[in-house]
């Protein structure tokens, strides 16, 4: 449990006292994309030093996730709802915590906004994919979300994690232009070629070799239709290819994946042992606000082909293969094309990827925090 329930201001630092909160790392957000970002965000912000200047807020409720070593504080706070409530909870008890904890600002990075903030507010903005694309299909989405969406508009100044995810903000009408910075994600160091991955996956798994790759969960925005379609035309230029699903499979999945083996939830280590013996990711997703699995794959030295799309080319480039979006086929011949010159696609793709780092975001993010107190 976490003792720590109060900290005091550090306000007249040289730097802004920042709360970061942490509470997506106490439930299932911390195997998601939020979950990848609060890792890697804290880290670069300890390696820049700025850790001093952190107070990570975390629930009380829930034994604190693992933390890289640093000299930040904890902050606790109770909630009692924890479910489709919290957010509406949060808009109240968010005022009330901020005020307690006194920082120069308070940053969130996921669903739950204050109300209203006694200090100057920071929201990381990863998407605005119910409202952005899928129409009719994300209704439920819009009517889940809808509190965040009212509440953002009140922020002092929203993280876009792309120019796509920056650009929907100012179109939806949640952001002007002089609130917005573009602060992309990283891929975690962890993520890099890793020396006899194909024998540890095979002996783990019993993966085919070789197999193309997809992760993350299969509802209907990653359009698993279009990645069987992928598949089976892969197949048909190299028979005896696989198919790899790594990831929570999430409430929309389909009943049957039609052959292709699914690993389920894995920890980083093991993906990227799954990056560096893939063939090929084949992205199949319909609409991203960043795409970090591209970043991952790319930076572990597996291509990338995926569907041309919201911010799928801002993210990969010229080092992986796009294709008109929602063209299963045609992301299929890609794949083969890219595993037939995987060397020319690695080299491509590592290369890509080191624009892309945690220190550049916490650099970035530093500076953002110090802008608003000047």
Known sequence: ????????????????????????????????GVGAYARGLLKGLIAAGFDSNLTLLLDAAFDAPALPVGGYKLAGCRRRNHGQLAAYEDAVALNSDIQRIGPDVYHAIDFHLPGSSPR????????????AWGGSRMRGERLRYGLFRRLLRRADLVVAVS?????????????????LRVIPEAADAVFSPKDGALT??????????PYLLFVGALDVRKDPSALLAAWRTARGLEPGLGLVIAGAPGRQAPVSMAGAVQVGQVDDEALADLYS?????????????????????????????AFRNSSVPEVVGDAGLLVHDGDGEALGRVAVE?????????????????KFSWAKTARETISAYESLLR
Not at 120 to 131: E, G, K, M, Q
Not at 163 to 179: C, F, Q, S, W
Not at 284 to 302: D, K, Q
Request: aromatic share 6%; glycine share 6%.
């Open 338 to 354: 890219m595993m037939r010159e995987r060397d020319r696609w690695k080299r491509a793709g590592l290369q890509r990827a080191k």
């Open 200 to 209: 540890r996956v095979k002996m783990r798994w019993g993966l085919p070799d």
């Open 163 to 179: 120019n796509v995810t920056a650009e929907d903000a100012e179109r939806l009408r949640v952001a002007a232009r002089p609130r």
């Open 277 to 305: 013996a893939a063939a090929c990711l084949v992205f199949s997703s319909r609409y991203e606000g960043f795409g970090l699995p591209c970043v991952e794959a790319m930076a572990c030295g597996c291509p990338v082909a």
């Open 1 to 32: 449990m976490i003792s720590t329930l109060m900290n005091s201001s550090r306000t007249g630092a040289a730097r802004p006292s920042v709360l970061l909160d942490m509470r997506p790392l106490q439930g299932p957000s911390a195997g998601r």
């Open 120 to 131: 100057p507010l920071v929201v990381t903005l990863h998407d605005l994919i119910p409202w």
